[in-house]
């Protein structure tokens, strides 16, 4: 695709205003409202184009939000039918419930500002994008179960982008170009141009040939270092070279890189980052065509076992949505750093759409015997005991219920699951195998309440902005789902506002 607009410059020594480096989410986002403040705006994405759109084009496009009822789910879906709106009871979920959330996960770490901005523009943010022509739908397949003919919301998670993740990046994409913003492809960021004082462009490499572009301001919204097996031993520790990268191979940690070189300060939980559950033959890197799929996120209904046929995690802790990110830290920590999930008949009806791709390592059996020695790795006669002590475990007495914390627990086992609990004893058994997936790292820059970049003096590097996954100090241990994308929207948006405004 052509760039449309040529941008639209203040002083012609500058490439653009605005030199926003990435092309996913956070970036996209900053470039509309630097546009809004009618900068000239120059995006650059290491990628080619048909690889565009980094970790936000694997998504589902799945979007955390404040939300007040089904009116403001109208709001967002402006579409939505009588007939959906009868049959389903959305909820809410409120600011107070994001708060909360966001303090219970991350164990009371993250930055009270950071959080403030998040929770509290998170609606009029989507509703924004909503208005550049991002069109939202409810999350019916993985986010609410019937229950008695209606469709129930759980877990604070309802809207998604249409077409999911490639759908939000094509949609924002389509958004920036038409309001004028120029992409340039396969022209990766290498360092900040720097006066001592002041950022003044970029260097970069495009197409083979190293140049410097000169801008009023930059924004880095290029991702963290998730896809740098040399930076995530280094700061996540040993065993992390060993796990998969679940998206972009481009986001190598060069935007945290590269501020640091000019005295950013760094912020947040460093050695923590989002790691899943994700299948055991994975490749490398993420696969557009699989996109999220390769996760296995049913494990809330079902058990995990390791090498020695032990579980190793309470399945049942909460809500897929606020366990799932550190699971996969778990996974690595087994022997051999994999794991089997294990269903029955019973539960089959609840597996997400994932668990029906093929490409998919997959065991079953009719009896437990049988489905004991099929598990690759995993020693059959401490499964065959783990199985009959779950089984004699279970309180069947309490009521099953996946729409809410049903308190169907085990009891006297080495590690209790707290909720869902079923015996495991409905043929044909099943088994998916599993690693460690990891989506972005935690640690990053430090900024302020306009975005702008702190230096090691807690003072803001003139010029320049951040937004998205390499922003440090909002996520600890844990993270809420559907979080990151809302977290690039609101940063992003407030980044390409303070730096379109600053001309
Ligand atoms: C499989 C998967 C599923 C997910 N599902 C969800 C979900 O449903 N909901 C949710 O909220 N979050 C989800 N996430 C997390 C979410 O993807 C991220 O939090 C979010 O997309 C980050 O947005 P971003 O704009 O900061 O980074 P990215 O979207 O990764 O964009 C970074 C961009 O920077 C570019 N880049 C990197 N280095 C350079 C450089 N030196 N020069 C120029 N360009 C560079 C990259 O190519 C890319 O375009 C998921 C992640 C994965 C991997």
Redesign the pocket.
């Known amino acids: 695709m052509p760039d449309l607009a040529a941008p639209d410059l203040a002083a012609p020594d500058l490439a653009a205003d605005v030199i926003v480096?990435?092309?996913?989410?956070?970036?996209l986002c900053a470039a509309l409202a630097a546009r809004e403040r009618g900068a000239a705006v120059l995006m650059?994405?290491?990628?080619p184009e048909e690889e565009?759109?980094?970790?936000?084009r694997?998504?589902?496009?799945?979007?955390r939000v404040v939300y007040d009822g089904v009116g403001d789910i109208r709001t967002l879906v402006p579409d939505l039918s009588a007939a959906e709106i009868e049959s389903t009871d959305f909820g809410s979920y409120p600011a107070e419930q994001f708060f909360d959330d966001m303090a219970r996960v991350t164990q009371h770490r993250a930055d009270p500002d950071l959080v403030e901005l998040l929770v509290t523009k998170s609606f009029g943010t989507l509703d924004w994008m909503r208005g550049k022509g991002v069109r939202f739908i409810p999350i019916y397949g993985r986010q609410a179960f019937k229950v008695d003919g209606r469709f129930k919301f759980w877990g604070g998670l309802t809207v998604e982008a249409v077409g999911g993740g490639p759908g939000l990046v094509a949609m924002l994409t389509r958004a920036a170009r038409r309001a004028g913003a120029a992409v340039r492809y396969r022209?990766?960021?290498l360092d900040l141009l720097f006066d001592g004082n002041r950022v003044e462009g970029v260097r970069i490499r495009h197409e083979g040939a190293v140049q410097e572009l000169r801008s009023r301001c930059v924004v880095l919204?290029?991702?963290g270092f998730e896809a740098n097996p040399e930076w995530r031993t280094r700061y996540l520790g040993p065993g992390w070279d060993l796990a998969k990268v679940?998206?972009?191979r481009?986001?190598?940690g060069?935007?945290i890189r590269m501020a640091l070189e000019i005295g950013a300060s760094p912020y947040g939980n460093w050695s923590g980052c989002h790691a899943v559950q994700w299948d055991l033959n994975a490749p490398e890197f993420?696969d557009l065509a699989v996109?999220?799929q390769f996760q296995k996120h049913s494990y809330p209904f079902g058990i995990l076992i390791n090498a020695k046929g032990e579980r190793f995690v309470d399945e049942g802790a909460d809500f897929r949505n606020y366990t799932y990110a550190k699971y996969g830290r778990v996974v690595l920590e087994q022997p051999g750093q994999f794991a089997w999930q294990i269903f029955d008949q019973k539960v089959k009806h609840l597996q997400r759409d994932e668990y029906k791709i093929r490409q998919i390592t997959k065991v079953a059996a009719a009896t437990i015997e049988e489905f004991a020695h099929k598990l690759d790795g995993v020693n059959a006669a401490g499964f065959l005991t783990t199985i009959k002590a779950w089984n004699a475990a279970v309180r069947t007495d309490i009521p099953f219920n996946p729409t809410v914390k049903d308190g169907r627990r085990t009891q006297g086992l080495a590690i209790d699951k707290s909720n869902w609990a079923n015996t495991i004893d409905t043929p044909p058994l099943e088994g998916y195998a599993v690693t460690c997936g990891v989506?972005?790292t935690f640690g990053g820059l430090r900024i302020n309440n306009e975005a702008q970049v702190l230096s090691t003096d807690y003072q803001p590097i003139p010029g320049l902005y951040a937004a998205?996954?390499l922003v440090g100090g909002l996520f600890y241990f844990n993270y809420p789902g559907?979080?990151?994308?809302?977290s690039?929207a609101v940063f992003g948006r407030i980044a390409g506002a303070s730096a379109g405004a600053n001309r």
Request: aromatic residues 6%; charged residues 10%; contains cysteine.
């Open positions: 480096v990435g092309a996913g989410n956070a970036a650059l994405e290491a990628a565009s759109g980094g970790n936000s694997f998504t589902a496009g799945s979007i022209a990766r960021a919204a290029c991702g679940r998206g972009s481009y986001n190598t060069d935007g993420g996109g999220d989506t972005f998205g996954e559907g979080t990151g994308l809302m690039g």
